[in-house]
């Protein structure tokens, strides 16, 4: 076999001599010999996880060369013109609005960066469902965004390709891909019988050669040309899917797969013998093969039936309806797969879209014959995706999966129109939308329930509740987006029908029922899902539809669709009962056909310019119409009003979604709008009653002062009220459908967001609904977003207060708007949340208050409305008719009587119905157009309909109505003749002398009667049959009041007032004065201050406008204003103006009260901040502090801030400051450059952390404990630069007694507070400032007293030997008292709050020397700390704001009582050295040992503050001074030497010999030349110091050394150890630090340290060595230390130098240097690998300190159990990290075992952050928060300035 012996060979050596054969001429036996090393090798019988035929087919493929040159060769040959690179969720892509055609066009970072895109409106992404590039496709994007590669289509000029070269691959590849499909047949389950892991696991196996397919396809344009000819050749199909026929495992193969099929519900076409079907049919019949039609023989289907829960029947009856309206009627359900491509999707789908198998086949699309076939394929199994998708389990991975695949083919309109027309998409979308909705629907209870015909889908099902309708959604709105595809639409009538019936599925779901009795058990959240579903389902696809109807060209689809709408609702109406009435305490809010059928009107007449009477049907019809609609906006009232509490908290989440800004436009504007609609067109009176009987506040409308409501309760009487007339005004005010251009929409809705609150960009694109106006601008001839935005608002830069939250950028409304646009309509219209109407009232007041516009409490303003579009005048009626006016009277009667359950709102709004009538005159009145019916019932209370004629129509009697036991009732009854139950009646005009004939002729008027009247009266007119229509009213029995006492009696009230008689009085009442208006006003009325104001203005406005429009009203207003004024009537001294009075004066005390206890807490809380926040301040600084001169001599007393008690601190009761304890590492990161370091953004750039303090510290410390003992090393540095304990106070104080209570309480208090009481952490009891620990305060005087201050006149060498005797004196152990224990414990603390690494540096841990210098570290620390707060000098003086309240002198104590526990070695003391001359030489004795530290080598301020801690407290100052002028002349010495090592061979040579003449001359012990020349001749001997430096200095001092230089150096070198003894001075004695400029700081600071006599005038500048003083012969004493360091033979001169050269200069702390575009950031460090595991962490972050790149809560750099970020916070920070996530653009801090999320400082161009980068617009370094951040990090203030912290757990 020949076969057999290929195979034992080589491989590549085999391929090669194939190849070879294959290109002969007579190739026959090479085309043999391959195809049976095919069949040995790709023998699907193996398992798939044998590699060995992979192998053979990369080698056969690549034709002997090796795969890799193959691969490079082929892409060299690529001809592609398109990017395609097809990538998978979560990766990051750009989207650019300004170069897209479609909306989902993406970009890859590589195209997107290589275009040009400046100034363009692009974001970044994280794709959610993966995605491809479409750079280079010009059907998705316009041309000029192509990035250079493909502007330039390379591809093109491309060679074309050797034949031979792919030769193999056109014959290996398909039985490669043979191989595939055979495992995936054979691998197939059924999930019904296996789990999901079986299927998982055939893919794993297959992995492998899937990628080698991936490879392929990206090897660019050639191959993919190969593989879309193997994948589409229906003749290699059809001779390798079935095998030969004698291949019995190709058979068997074959049938498992024909066996799937038929699972599938699809059924192979060669079983029914049927030949082939065109594609056409195919496509629709893939469709209709779902659609339950596939008889029996399909188990899937007949399962599907049962399941249908008690709702079978329903489905049945659905179905039957479906499959007859579609179309083909041959309905094959057949899928034939013709070619390898189709069988793969096959697979594909059923195995639920596996992610490589997706990446492959979107790789192949940039080939253009593939896309097309492979678009087909995919159209043509649609309908079998989708009911994969139904029963899938993991269907949120699928459907993103599908919408990977889909996007990419629909947003092609080219395309998208091909396969519309070629395989019918449309009807198999449509159809298969309507088969999954069908498998949820349940029965409607809306109106009529037993009888309901109509069907919902139920909202709790997964597939609406998971959305898994939504690629299916994604799709259809995508294609709609391609005008021919929504034309053929349109223009698809029976298409229209079917989408129609499958909008009225959403058309009443999720209906509500008020709770009456018990509040609801369980609260479902369908919610949600309806209103998704109507936003995704009906409304986006509507939107979708009517931006192709935008053009007069298209009026016929608008016509159809509005045709087919209100068909449709006809049909509902039927199918639910509806005749009249809508049932009570019913609501639903979906009526998306009432919305289809608005948004299609509103288009029609806004765009295509149709006549509106043309679209609407009967008045019957517009009757039922308005119902629901008008239902919901009851409904919303009643929500408000709490008469749907026990509906639970979801009922308000619905009517908060309702108007949400992603709905309203869908939903509330339609209604509304649909509203507006019918009533232009029925009977304004009709309408009027309509709305108050639907708000139930019919019974309220009466003049009685009583009444019955049998549906309100008396608290929701007032809210209903205001709602409905809330409800008129914005009914008859609101333009939005009716007139408004989109620019003034835009405009409208902007400045009514803005009024509510500033908002930021963001928040405010988000908030202003998306249709009718695209806010991208894009509408040609429309007003961008940003230019509205510029036109309306101020932009308000983001402001810092450190201490106070990150403010964003705000855009605010600029001043005229406020004045002339404020619309408080629009508002109540688009506010969430009722307080949001409060507000934007409250910014108006302000704005009012602050131009002295208006002072009081301002009315909603009233604003002039844009005209009306002439086809809605009809609106203007309702302000015009005889109901409404009659409301408006009784309103304004009831507002003037005081009676119950009026408000100012209701006044505000009748006033605002008022003038907008007044200002909307109805054209002409002679439309009396029926006259034939008898004269309407309520005629008798106004002549006419006009508003201006019946504003003066005075009115004199009214019969009402009331109860026995009203206050109108006359006791004698006057016998009543009436026996209608009505709301209220009135006198006729002609007043008759009796009341028996007043009754007779009163006519009564009843709202509901007369709507009733009116809809019977249409109906009669449109319907002959209106007897059967008329059910008998069972609504209307609540009218009738309930027959409980009290009964009612019909009263009559002598009123004789008109409107204008009633709002003069109400002008009054307003302004509380009887004559408010004289006769004579409106002459010298001034109508330009009438614009804003309250409800006076608002009166005194009506009366002008009504007097400017008609003379007579002018008349009556001067009559009426002439009887009120002179007498004053006796009815005006009735109780209630007394009442009124009394009130007023009442509030004038109230008012007063309230100042005087204000202005008590004012000055209160101005005491408290100034003893407890005194940050500021440092002048008022309380007596714990020590400058306080007059209380040094008594004792100092401690306030407690949790007893209240003040008293002294004792050994017994010890006070205590409030202390928090951190580890700092700040010092340890200042570096000796002035610039902070640059974060690298590449590769080339690193940071090196060497030149650091706390390394350079480490390096010294190490070199040291080499060569000399370990405990002379121990102190002569200090360590705590990296790790050092930092102790800082609020500065309140408490007993620690009190302290341990409260800690006590602390831990039984359960609320979750953000520290952990068991680690000592607590907040102080005052100012809530963090604490962690209580530093005790030692009993006595506060500072040391007088005695201890004076100056002393001893000499020098005297006060030498006293510090010598104190030093001698052994620490005296304290007594053991509770203040000694204090004192331990806090010395625990300490030492706990930092890690063991920072204080261990002994070579014998835990040695009482290894304490030592931890202990005086930690003093170091704190002084080096403030000195780094005042800014790294001492010019500023006084105590600084940054050193806040200082505990130093506390922390002093503690640790002096602590040092002194451990004696010193005192055969060794360091102050013998500084002071005397040894005289013996033999104390080598102990050679032994290693030698001590020379003093040169020696860190001169650990010295001050070892001396210091070490003598016995408290120290005289006198000795303080001799010890600091000791020091400064060891500090001098150095200066000196680390000086002459900088100068080269002869300059030094020169100084020395200049020095040694002055050598004898008077103070020459005090001038720096003899003692520099001394050092250079003393250090000389030993040859090695000075030789190591004589290559690099000669590099570094070009410049020559003159003697200021020199002296400038000298004093630079001594200011660090002058500032820190000046400030030890400062804490231990109380004295001033005084201010001074930069450049007299020296001398500022020897004189307060008393080196310098004060006596010097400034102009004489300090000499640094005439601040020397010398105990001894300061030549003697230099040699002698000198003498130690030659003297040390086994160190190497590089060592020796490095120790003597130390530079005590370090540059303020900084944190890295950011680039200003964030963008270089994310682009660097965003898919970098982790140094530490090598993968790209999910969740990068980067330290901001030192530039570590690590992966945030990242597992894989775990170490035990703790998270890399934690870990690094503490080898970096000491448990302080500040990091950066690279992801989310913000910045973590973590302090320890806590953590809080800072903020970001990076913002967008418009001053806003964008945290996780969702919006992905270019962020721009702010250096003003970086600055704040850096700020907080220095000054160790994270924990007191940012509020919101939580455990990490060690998760971080």
Avoid at 160 to 179: H, T
Avoid at 263 to 282: H, P
Avoid at 1259 to 1284: E, N
Wanted: glycine share 6%; charged share 20%; proline share 5%.
């Amino acid at each position: 076999m020949m076969a057999a012996s290929l195979l034992r060979r080589d491989k590549k050596a085999t391929a090669a001599r194939l190849m070879a054969d294959l290109n002969r001429t007579d190739n026959s036996s090479g085309v043999r010999q391959l195809q049976e090393l095919l069949d040995a090798v790709l023998n699907p019988e193996k398992p798939a996880a044998d590699t060995e035929a992979l192998e053979w087919c990369k080698c056969l493929v690549a034709g002997g060369d090796g795969f890799e040159e193959f691969r490079a060769t082929v892409r060299s040959y690529d001809n592609a013109t398109l990017c395609g690179l097809v990538w998978t969720a979560n990766f990051v892509a750009y989207r650019c609005r300004t170069c897209g055609i479609s909306p989902c066009m993406s970009l890859c970072a590589e195209c997107f960066n290589n275009g040009d895109h400046t100034g363009h409106d692009f974001n970044m992404f994280r794709s959610q469902a993966g995605g491809a590039c479409d750079c280079g496709d010009g059907n998705v994007m316009r041309e000029s965004g192509f990035c250079r590669r493909h502007r330039l289509r390379t591809g093109e000029n491309v060679p074309s390709i050797p034949r031979d070269l792919l030769m193999m691959s056109e014959m290996v590849l398909p039985r490669f891909i043979l191989c595939i499909i055979q495992y995936l047949r054979d691998g197939y389950v059924e999930p019904d019988t296996s789990t999901e892991r079986d299927l998982q696991k055939v893919l794993q196996q297959l992995e492998p050669q899937i990628s080698f397919l991936e490879e392929l396809t990206k090897m660019g344009g050639a191959m993919r040309t190969v593989l879309t000819k193997i994948l589409t050749n229906q003749q290699t199909f059809k001779e390798l899917s079935m095998g030969q026929e004698e291949n019995l495992y190709a058979k068997k193969n074959y049938d498992k797969y024909l066996s799937a099929l038929k699972n599938s519900g699809l059924v192979s076409v060669d079983e029914k013998a049927q030949g082939d079907v065109t594609v056409g049919a195919e496509g629709g019949a893939g469709a209709m093969a779902l659609l339950g039609t596939t008889g029996p023989g399909s188990p899937d289907e007949s399962s599907k039936e049962d399941d249908q829960d008690g709702g079978q029947s329903v489905g049945q009856r659905k179905r039957v309806k479906l499959s007859s309206s579609t179309k083909d009627p041959c309905i094959i359900e057949s899928l034939k797969h013709k070619c390898f491509l189709e069988e793969l999707l096959f697979w594909t789908i059923k195995y639920e879209f596996p992610q490589k198998m997706v990446t492959f086949l979107l790789n192949m699309l940039p080939d253009q014959d593939y896309k097309i076939t492979f678009t087909k394929t995919f159209v043509q199994h649609y309908a079998f995706i989708m009911k994969t998708l139904m029963k899938s389990h993991e269907s949120d991975t699928m459907s993103n999966r599908i919408v990977h695949i889909s996007v990419q083919l629909f947003s092609n309109e080219e395309l998208a129109r091909h396969v519309t027309e070629e395989c019918q998409l449309l009807d198999i979308m449509v159809t298969v939308l309507l088969y999954m909705m069908e498998s949820c629907l349940i029965k409607s209870e809306l109106q009529d329930e037993e009888n309901s015909r109509h069907v919902v889908v139920n909202c709790s099902e997964a597939l609406l509740k998971n959305n898994t309708y939504w690629p299916l959604v994604s799709d259809f709105i995508n294609i709609l987006s391609h005008q021919s595809v929504a034309k053929k639409f349109l223009e698809d009538h029976s298409l229209l029908m079917l989408w129609m019936s499958f909008v009225s599925f959403f058309q009443g779901m999720n209906l509500n029922k008020r709770e009456l009795n018990e509040h609801v058990e369980f609260e479902s959240q369908t919610y949600y899902a309806a209103f998704a579903a109507e936003l995704e389902a009906c409304a986006q696809p509507m939107w979708g539809l009517l931006t192709h109807c935008k053009v007069k060209e298209t009026q016929e689809y608008t016509k159809t669709v509005v045709r087919y709408c209100l068909e449709t609702l006809q049909i509902w109406f039927d199918a639910i009962g509806f005749v009249d009435e809508p049932a009570p305490n019913q609501v639903t809010f979906h009526l998306p056909l009432h919305r289809y059928y608005a948004m299609f009107l509103s288009k029609a007449v806004k765009c295509q310019g149709l006549d509106l009477d043309s679209l609407l049907p009967d008045q019957e019809m517009l009757m039922k119409i308005m119902v629901h609609p008008l239902q919901i906006q009851a409904c919303l009232s009643e929500i408000h009003s709490n008469m749907w509490v026990r509906n639970g908290l979801q009922i308000k989440g619905q009517a908060m979604t309702y108007v949400q800004s992603h709905f309203c436009n869908s939903m509330i504007d339609p209604d509304i709008y649909l509203l507006q609609v019918c009533a232009s067109r029925l009977d304004p009176d009709y309408f009027i009653s309509s709305v108050f009987e639907r708000f139930k506040v019919v019974d309220l409308l009466t003049m009685a002062s009583q009444h019955q409501n049998a549906v309100l309760d008396s608290e929701q009487e007032r809210p209903m009220l205001e709602g409905a007339l809330t409800f008129l005004v914005i009914l008859t005010s609101l333009r939005i459908h009716l007139g408004m251009t989109d620019d003034e929409i835009l405009r409208a809705e902007m400045v009514s967001q803005l009024c509510m609150n500033d908002r930021t960009h963001s928040a405010l694109l988000d908030l202003i609904p998306e249709n009718p106006n695209p806010k991208s601008g894009i509408v040609p001839g429309s007003c961008s977003f940003e230019d509205m935005l510029s036109a309306v608002a101020d932009f308000k830069a983001p402001v810092f207060e450190p201490g106070g939250s990150m403010q964003q950028g705000m855009y605010t409304p600029k001043a005229e708007v406020w004045e002339k646009e404020f619309d408080p309509i629009m508002v109540v219209l688009r506010t969430v949340y009722r307080r949001d109407v409060q507000s934007a009232m409250d910014r108006y007041s302000a704005f009012l208050k602050q131009f002295g516009i208006h002072t009081g409490n301002p009315w909603p303003p009233y604003k002039e409305r844009t005209p009306l579009h002439p086809c809605y005048k009809g609106l203007i009626r309702l302000l015009h008719c005889k109901t409404l006016h009659i409301v408006i009277f009784t309103l304004l009667y009831k507002i003037w009587m005081d009676h119950p359950n009026m408000s100012e709102h209701v006044l505000c709004m009748v006033l605002y119905l008022i003038e907008l009538g007044l200002d909307n005159q109805v054209q002409d009145n002679k439309e009396d157009e029926e006259p034939c019916i008898e004269e309407h019932c309520h005629d008798s209370w106004f002549p006419g309909t006009n508003l201006l004629s019946n504003l003066h129509h005075v009115i004199n009697f009214v019969r009402v109505r009331v109860p026995e036991t009203a206050p109108e009732v006359k006791r004698e009854a006057p016998p009543s003749t009436s026996t209608e139950a009505s709301s209220y009646g009135q006198n006729p005009r002609r007043l008759a002398g009796n009341w028996r004939e007043n009754l007779r002729e009163a006519q009564v008027f009843s709202l509901v009667a007369e709507r009733r009247r009116k809809f019977q009266e249409i109906i009669n007119r449109s319907s002959t049959e209106a007897a059967q229509v008329v059910r008998p009213k069972s609504s209307s029995t609540r009218w009738v009041p309930p027959g409980t006492p009290p009964q009612l009696v019909t009263e009559i009230l002598e009123i004789r007032e008109s409107m204008l008689s009633l709002l003069i009085k109400l002008h009054q009442k307003l302004s509380s004065k009887h004559n408010s208006l004289s006769a004579s006003w409106l002459e010298d009325m001034d109508t330009s201050r009438h614009a804003h104001g309250d409800g006076i203005t608002a009166i005194e406005r009506i009366l002008t406008k009504a007097a400017t429009r008609s003379c007579q009203i002018k008349r009556s207003i001067q009559d009426i204003c002439g009887k009120v004024c002179p007498p004053v009537p006796p009815k005006k001294n009735s109780p209630t103006d007394k009442k009124a009075m009394d009130k007023e004066e009442r509030r004038l005390r109230a008012r007063e009260r309230q100042q005087k206890l204000l202005a008590e807490f004012a000055s209160r809380q101005k005491s408290f901040m100034e003893t407890a926040m005194d940050v500021e301040s440092p002048d008022t600084e309380a007596a714990m502090d020590l400058g306080a001169s007059e209380m040094m001599e008594s004792e100092v007393l401690y306030d407690c801030v949790i007893c209240g008690q003040s008293g002294p601190s004792t050994e017994d009761r010890p006070t205590g400051l409030v202390v928090l304890l951190q580890a700092s590492s700040v010092l340890g990161h200042r570096s000796k450059n002035k610039e902070p370091k640059n974060l690298p953004t590449s590769d080339e750039e690193h940071i090196y952390p060497a030149d650091t303090c706390g390394v350079a510290h480490d390096v010294r410390l190490t070199l040291m404990q080499q060569f000399f003992k370990d405990s002379s090393c121990l102190q002569s540095v200090s360590i705590g630069w990296d790790g050092g304990v930092y102790v800082q106070t609020c500065g309140h104080t408490l007993h620690i007694d009190c302290h341990k209570s409260y800690m006590e309480s602390l831990r039984n208090d359960q609320v979750l507070q953000g520290f952990s009481v068991d680690k000592g952490e607590f907040t102080c009891p005052l100012c809530r400032q963090f604490a962690n620990s209580v530093l005790p305060c030692r009993p006595g005087r506060g500072t040391e007293a007088g005695a201890w201050h004076t100056h002393t006149n001893k000499k020098a060498c005297l006060l030498v030997k006293e510090v010598e005797d104190l030093q001698e004196k052994l620490g005296l152990f304290p007594t053991e008292s509770n203040l000694s224990k204090e004192m331990e414990l806090v010395i625990k603390d300490i030492k706990n709050t930092t890690q063991k690494k920072y204080m261990d540096y002994g070579k014998n841990p835990g040695s009482p020397d290894n304490d030592f210098l931890f202990m005086y570290s930690v003093a170091r620390t704190n002084l080096e700390l403030e000195l780094v707060h005042r800014g790294g000098n001492l010019c500023s003086g006084g105590a600084s704001a940054a050193a806040k309240r200082s505990c130093l002198n506390q922390l002093f104590h503690v640790l002096a009582m602590h040092m002194r526990l451990y004696s010193i070695d005192s055969a060794y003391n360091p102050w013998t050295k500084l002071t005397q001359v040894a005289q013996n030489k033999e104390a080598d004795g102990f050679d032994e040992e290693r030698p001590e530290v020379p003093m040169l080598f020696r860190d001169v301020p650990s010295l001050l503050i070892i001396f210091v801690l070490t003598m016995p407290q408290p120290l005289r100052k006198e000795h303080f001074t001799c010890v600091v002028r000791m020091l400064y002349n060891l500090q001098f010495t150095q200066a000196l030497t680390a000086l002459s090592t900088r100068f080269s061979s002869e300059e030094r040579q020169a100084w020395s010999n200049s020095g040694a003449l002055k050598k004898n001359a008077a103070n020459s012990e005090k001038s720096f030349e003899t003692l520099l020349s001394h050092v250079i001749s003393e250090l000389s001997q030993d040859k090695s110091v000075y030789k190591v430096n004589i290559e690099e200095t000669t590099m570094l001092s070009s410049s020559v050394w003159s003697p200021q230089s020199i002296e400038f150096s000298l004093q630079q070198f001594c200011l660090p150890f002058l500032r820190l003894s000046c400030l030890l001075q400062h804490h231990l004695y109380g004295d001033n630090l005084t201010g001074c400029l930069a450049e007299e700081e020296f001398s500022s600071l020897a004189v307060c340290l008393g080196l310098q006599p004060s006596a010097l005038q400034p102009s004489n500048t300090v000499h640094s060595a005439s601040c020397l003083e010398w105990p001894v012969g300061a030549f003697d004493l230099v040699t002698q230390w000198c003498a130690e360091v030659t003297g040390l033979s086994q160190l190497h001169a590089e060592q020796s130098l490095t120790l003597l050269v130390q530079d005590p200069q370090w540059a303020a702390p900084r944190l890295l240097q950011l680039p200003d575009n964030y963008n270089i950031i994310f682009q660097y460090y965003h898919r970098k690998a982790c140094t530490a595991c090598k993968k790209v962490p999910k969740d990068p972050a980067l330290c901001l300190v030192c530039g570590a790149f690590v992966c945030l809560k990242g597992v894989c750099c775990k170490q035990q159990g703790i998270c890399e970020c934690v870990l690094h916070s503490q080898h970096c920070g000491a448990a302080t990290g500040i990091f950066l996530l690279i992801n989310a653009s913000v910045i973590i801090i973590i302090r320890g075992h806590r953590f809080c999320l800072w903020g970001s400082v990076y913002l967008d161009a418009h001053g806003e952050e964008d945290r996780d980068l969702r919006r992905g617009k270019p962020l721009f370094l702010c250096e003003e928060r970086y600055r704040v951040l850096e700020q907080q990090w220095v000054s160790h203030t994270f924990d007191h300035i940012n509020k919101r912290w939580g455990p990490h757990y060690n998760g971080l």
